[in-house]
């Protein structure tokens, strides 16, 4: 079955139907022209040996030309042989919280920036588990699906922050739905999420669906960022310290209770994240308690790629549409 490797591209075909518009409206302007110039039967003679069908043909060559380097930028692909490789693995989604309370800076260089350097550390200590990343606020959002490609992961988190999430708050319920959704129904064990956050907002919610998604064999391992003293909140389009409604300045506190709640209703462990190394350390042993499944990885196939030859039926269009005259072409 075909795929493109990069679909997100075939956006870009949306163009045509502009170029063909621009068109039209080119063709429209010429004959508006030409009866402004003067006499037609003049303006006919002028121009007699101009090929409008020539002008056509250089116009639909272009169009073809440039659908197939989109196309060939998508890089369409068959699936090839699959080299017979299993590994044992874990399915992991990780949560993170990306309000702007996580730009706290009670814990250096901040919040979000520490919690960064944990997923780093911690998703090189998990060659053979698939990781999913959800990023939550005051709404959810499956970031990435479970995937082997940790790189991709990492590029995903690089670019974490609360402009990602326009909804603010911390609705940890929304992200343990978020993160559920990532695994597999049919199954009832390999799964954990491990959630970072200040849990700075309380979830009357997600104690409940903790429990819930326990019986469905999840594992929910947490990880609290932040300090009880607790640190203002710099806004970073105002370059300000957020305020409440009276003008006082907000403190965001580490809520360690309802973290310690949901870790303990799926068997998990709640760390406080003082030391990363140790914090990864901990999170690291926890999983390999959950049984390892065997699992195809299809990261292994071998996909046949064809974007060579649209980039040859381009080459070859563009080559005609540039010797070909927008005169008529004399009889030999």
Known sequence: MFRFQHIEYLTALAAIPLLVALYFQLMYWKKNTIKKIGDANLVQALIANYSPTNFLLRFVFFAVALTAVIIAAANLQKPGAMDNVQRKGVDVAIAIDVSKSMLAEDIKPNRLERARQLVYKLMDQLPNDRVALVLFAGRAYLQMPLTTDHSAARMYIQQAGPQVVPTQGTVISEALRASNSAFNSKERKFKSIVLITDGED??????????????????????????????????????????????????????????????????????????????????TKQLETIESNILDDNSFRDYKSYFQWFLAIALVFLLIEFFLPERKLKAA
């Open 202 to 283: 309380h979830d009357p919610q997600a104690v409940p669906l903790a429990q819930q998604l326990a019986q469905d064999g999840v594992m929910i391992n947490t990880i609290g960022i932040g300090s009880a003293e607790g640190a203002p909140i710099m806004d970073p389009a105002t370059n300000e310290y957020k305020k409440d409604a009276a003008g006082n300045t907000v403190v965001s506190k580490l809520n360690e209770p309802e973290l310690q709640q949901l870790a303990a209703a799926t068997k998990g462990v709640y760390v406080k994240l003082d030391d990363v190394d140790a914090a990864v350390d901990t999170i």
